[in-house]
């Protein structure tokens, strides 16, 4: 009976860890950003595709040729259509738009593929035909990306870079993402690229740390934020005669979002420390500050859900704050006072 009570205790305290954790304390400073304000948008599938020469550009996952750019008094929108030069009738699956100064990116993981445009046309040839699949990328020159896909001989999770020059070259690094459980689900994560410190950032969901790289992959360091979880416990179901893994409950997430702007990385988590009000996670996100060059956890803010919507989505570029919740795209400004852009 003793025994059953103390494993029952336990329980107990694991589940109330997982859901609040008493042993960090955030600091808040006084009103770090500008009021938000916003514009309804007309999908809620659209996403931030990128920044260029004060234009806001929406990408839409249901119509993925189908740009929306909106200029930063949000008062002018206008539509753009992608076209794309030599498709070849591809099946494309997950295609994602990226846009950095006056070039764009059409990508395809699954095929995998990466078509290379310009914002005066707007219409992208083929750039990169290659033969390794990814996930994730993110561009970190007019001719490299960064990469997630899968080991090909265990299916776990790896980082790589494509290089094109006069020939296209695929470099994979295995041992950047530290497996604790499969390597497939507990290293699933962001992959971000910090133009200002030229490093590539993965942040993962499930624990409380992330790994900062160069551009070679030369220097590796694995970051901690200021939450004690280094794993959530993760149960798997299996399908189709264990062929296939899911979630068999959905673990809680220690990172839901995160992206990079100057020195800084932004994480947002909905985590409460010590004497934090659960109250306030109705009425505003809560958003990490770590310095990348310091290597420290500088400060905590909230951003406030605008109009009763959270902001689930958000991108820095210069001091301008990006949003996007259900309904809305959202604009704010940070404060030169508390972050040095």
Do not use: C
Request: charged residues 20%; glycine residues 6%; proline residues 3%.
């Amino acid at each position: 009976f003793l025994s059953s009570v103390i494993v029952i205790v336990l329980f107990l305290l694991s589940e109330e860890q997982i859901h609040r954790n008493n042993s960090f304390l955030r600091r808040y400073p006084h009103h770090p950003l500008t009021s938000l304000k916003g514009i309804p948008i007309q999908y809620n599938s659209y996403y931030i595709a990128g920044f260029s020469k004060g234009k806001i550009y929406l990408g839409n996952s249901t119509a993925p040729l189908h740009l929306l750019s909106v200029d930063t008094s949000l008062t002018n929108q206008k539509p753009i259509r992608i076209a794309i030069d030599g498709s070849k009738n591809y099946t494309f699956s997950s295609v994602k738009v990226s846009i950095t100064d006056s070039v764009f990116y059409v990508s395809d993981g699954s095929i995998p593929i990466i078509y290379k445009g310009t914002t005066d046309f707007w219409k992208a040839k083929t750039f990169v035909k290659g033969k390794t699949n990814f996930s994730l990328h993110e561009p970190i020159s007019n001719n490299e990306f960064v990469i997630r896909g899968n080991n090909e001989n265990n299916g776990e999770h790896i980082l790589g870079l494509i290089k094109k020059s006069s020939s296209l070259k695929i470099n994979l690094f295995p041992n950047v993402l530290q497996k604790k459980i499969d390597g497939i689900f507990d290293t699933d994560g962001m992959l971000l690229y910090n133009e200002k410190l030229k490093k590539i950032i993965y942040v993962y969901y499930y624990r409380n740390s992330f790994v900062v790289a160069d551009t070679d992959f030369n220097k590796i360091y694995n970051g901690k934020t200021i939450d004690t979880v280094s794993q959530v416990p993760m149960e798997f179901a299996y399908l189709k005669a264990n062929s296939e893994k899911k979630f068999a409950k959905q673990p809680l997430m220690i990172q839901k979002y995160a992206t990079t702007s100057g020195k800084y990385l932004f994480v947002k988590s909905d985590r409460l420390g010590k004497y934090e009000p659960e109250q306030m996670l109705s009425q505003a996100s809560i958003i990490d500050v770590y310095d990348l060059e310091k290597q420290t956890y500088e400060f905590s803010f909230y951003l406030y859900h605008y109009k009763n919507e959270e902001v689930k989505t958000f991108k820095i570029y210069g001091r301008l704050l990006l949003g996007l919740t259900k309904n809305y795209l959202i604009i704010s400004k940070l404060k030169t006072s508390y972050f040095k852009l």
